[in-house]
């Protein structure tokens, strides 16, 4: 969830519709961000998942993701795993990095009877929400800034 305080300097008439048709588009400009930046993590992979906004715009909300049980897998980790993989094996994504590389090697097969150590947590959702965190005060209040600018011109 990404909160934001706008500031709007004293003695400016704003008008109400054009603040929430500001809002509405910075938000919609931000998940469209996030969106690309979830497929990122996936360029190199076959099969990739689709990511999705799923917008309320009544509540000026919007839901980037995917239904993808890989990717939520490699995204979060899990506890164990039963493929084996190749001796060369390297993966395509690394924790904490918004990218995928070509990677190397891949799964020989599946071993339900000898369970591996699980899948490392990759934490896109955490690292592209950090991003768009520290980045969303900055685009809505230049949003806000311009519109007002835009408004005061036309007097």
């Known amino acids: 969830m990404i909160r934001a305080q706008v500031i709007i300097p004293k003695g400016v008439l704003f008008d109400p519709v054009k603040f929430f048709r500001v809002v509405d588009s910075t938000l919609d400009a931000t998940a ?11 360029q190199t992979w076959r ?11 009544t ?16 995204s979060r980790g899990t ?16 924790v904490g990095w918004i990218g995928s590389n070509k990677g190397r090697g891949g799964m020989v097969f599946i071993d339900k009877n000898h369970p591996r150590p699980g899948i490392q947590a990759r934490k896109f959702e955490e690292v592209i929400a950090k991003k768009w965190i520290k980045n969303f005060p900055i685009l ?16």
């Open 32 to 42: 469209e961000g996030m969106r690309i930046d979830f497929e990122v993590t996936t």
């Open 47 to 57: 099969g990739r998942p689709d990511f999705k906004i799923n917008a309320k715009k």
């Open 59 to 74: 509540e000026l909300s919007r839901n980037v993701g995917t239904d993808s049980k890989i990717y939520y897998y490699v």
């Open 79 to 94: 506890s164990i795993r039963y493929a084996i993989m190749s001796v060369n094996f390297r993966p395509k994504t690394r």
């Open 140 to 155: 809505m209040q230049r949003a806000i800034n311009a519109e007002v600018l835009r408004a005061n011109q036309g007097k």
